[in-house]
């Protein structure tokens, strides 16, 4: 069974520094990768799709990456704003095309 | 603009009400799905369904039920809502094939009292 591991939980950073947030997952044998944002009580918002045969995507300040033979990716914010705390969500897109969440990473940017 | 919609956004109601909540997508996508969120907690998959007509159970086990019967449309309901059904309830669709992402509505809370 596919397991998703985010780490930290939680994240407090002051405003301004660039940071990077861990996912980990058992099995190499996923179609993609797709990193999510959301804030309280909202749903969710796609931030970068990584497919299975690329390493990297990048929108803005963001920057994802996937190591599918270590089961490992990072999401990479540069320049942190208050703006950017939410809750980060990570997902592996395998078998039947359903998604697997870890747990997320709630981060708090402080101004 | 395409994008996927979900009504209504907060709902209060009585134990034992029958409830439906709705999901509609205007980017023709063919799958759709349904996760369900305690506060603070992970997403889990509860229906999914790859078409008109096409309707499965997801990872979670669930008393709601799921119609398809245009591809835009992907209703839930609950015959008889309970206080354990409280949660937020997200949609999301995505397009036929391996290369594509999901698209999430803003969900559901609902809370049975």
């Known amino acids: 069974k596919q397991e998703v591991t985010q780490i930290p939980a939680a994240l407090s950073v002051p405003e301004g520094e660039n940071l990077v947030l861990n996912c980990s997952f058992t099995d190499s044998a996923i179609y993609n990768l797709q990193w999510f944002r959301q804030d309280p009580g909202k749903g969710l918002t796609s931030l970068l799709l990584?497919?299975?045969?690329?390493r990297e995507q990048t929108s803005g300040r963001l920057n994802a990456s996937l190591d599918k033979s270590s089961g490992r990716s990072t999401l990479y914010i540069a320049a942190s704003q208050p703006g950017d705390s939410a809750t980060y969500l990570c997902?592996?897109?395998?078998?039947?095309?359903?998604?697997?969440f870890g747990q997320g990473t709630r981060l708090t940017i402080n101004p | 603009e395409a994008d996927i919609y979900q009504t209504p956004r907060y709902l209060v109601i009585g134990t034992g009400k029958k409830i439906t909540l709705e999901c509609s997508q205007t980017m023709g996508h063919d799958k759709m799905y349904w996760y369900q969120q305690d506060p603070g907690m992970e997403l889990h998959l509860i229906h999914y369904s790859y078409g008109v007509n096409s309707t499965e159970k997801g990872d979670l086990s669930s008393e709601s039920t799921v119609s398809r019967i245009r591809t835009e449309h992907f209703p839930l309901t609950l015959e008889s809502a309970r206080p354990s059904h409280t949660s937020q309830y997200l949609c999301a669709s995505s397009k036929q094939g391996p290369d594509y992402g999901y698209t999430f509505g803003s969900g559901t809370r609902l809370t049975v009292v």
């Open positions: 990584i497919q299975s045969s690329q």
């Open positions: 997902a592996v897109i395998k078998g039947a095309q359903k998604l697997v």
